[in-house]
């Protein structure tokens, strides 16, 4: 079973402020997804990213897919309250058993 | 809408009754998983299915049964529920796969379980 490991696993931050959040693994991954829940609901897809080295630009969210495709980063530029939520990422090892998920980092922006 | 749905969304039972949690998609997907998630793991998956009558393990599936009768429906069975078996469950499903990476899964809502 191929791991993935996130951290931080909690973050509290004032609004404002920036943050990354990092996903590594030993292993290749063909894609890595990020997902964000809210209490009592599903995650729900942010970014699937696919090629090493690529960047994408969700709003204020900057997701990167490492070089040697092991690991991923999101940063968030100014969070906001609303962006509270479980981050999980998710590494596509493209076989039928689709996607690992990472422990989760949970991040709470203060007002 | 598009959407997964589960039922029941909470849930509490004793040791050993029998039960099962059904789910749902609308989207004419493929494939369908479930997964449990408990604090400081993840979620991690229990079955999955790639089409009508084919299932396979995933990572944690003692104790858990799944079926594929028909394509929208794919119920998780706890035959002897154990305390071990308290968490939250989701049932997700998606398109597939490009043969290059996996699609996005479409998640439920979630079902509490508590076995005690």
């Known amino acids: 079973t191929q791991l993935l490991e996130q951290s931080p696993q909690f973050l509290s931050i004032q609004e404002g402020e920036n943050l990354t959040v990092y996903c590594n693994s030993s292993s290749v991954f063909s894609s890595l997804q990020w997902y964000r829940q809210e209490p009592g609901e599903g995650p729900v897809l942010l970014v699937t990213?696919?090629?090493?080295?690529e960047v994408k630009k969700l709003k204020r969210l900057t997701f990167q897919f490492g070089d040697a495709r092991k690991d991923s980063s999101l940063h968030i530029t100014a969070a906001q309250p609303g962006d509270t939520g479980l981050y999980l990422c998710?590494?596509?090892?493209?076989?039928?058993?689709?996607?690992?998920f990472g422990s989760g980092t949970q991040l709470t922006v203060l007002p | 809408e598009a959407q997964v749905t589960q039922n029941p969304r909470y849930l509490i039972t004793v040791t050993g009754k029998k039960l099962t949690v059904t789910c749902s998609q609308n989207m004419n997907h493929e494939y369908m998983s479930w997964y449990r998630q408990d604090p400081g793991l993840g979620l991690r998956q229990i079955y999955y299915s790639m089409n009508v009558e084919v299932t396979d393990k995933g990572d944690v599936p003692e104790g858990y049964k799944v079926s594929r009768k028909e394509k929208r429906n794919f119920p998780l069975i706890l035959e002897s529920p154990s305390p071990n078996q308290t968490s939250l469950y989701f049932c997700?499903?998606?398109?597939?796969?490009?043969?290059?990476?996996?699609?996005?899964?479409?998640f439920g809502p979630g079902t509490r379980l508590t076995v005690t």
């Open positions: 997700a499903s998606s398109s597939g796969t490009s043969g290059t990476y996996t699609y996005e899964q479409y």
């Open positions: 998710a590494g596509d090892a493209g076989s039928a058993r689709q996607l690992t």
């Open positions: 990213v696919v090629t090493g080295g």
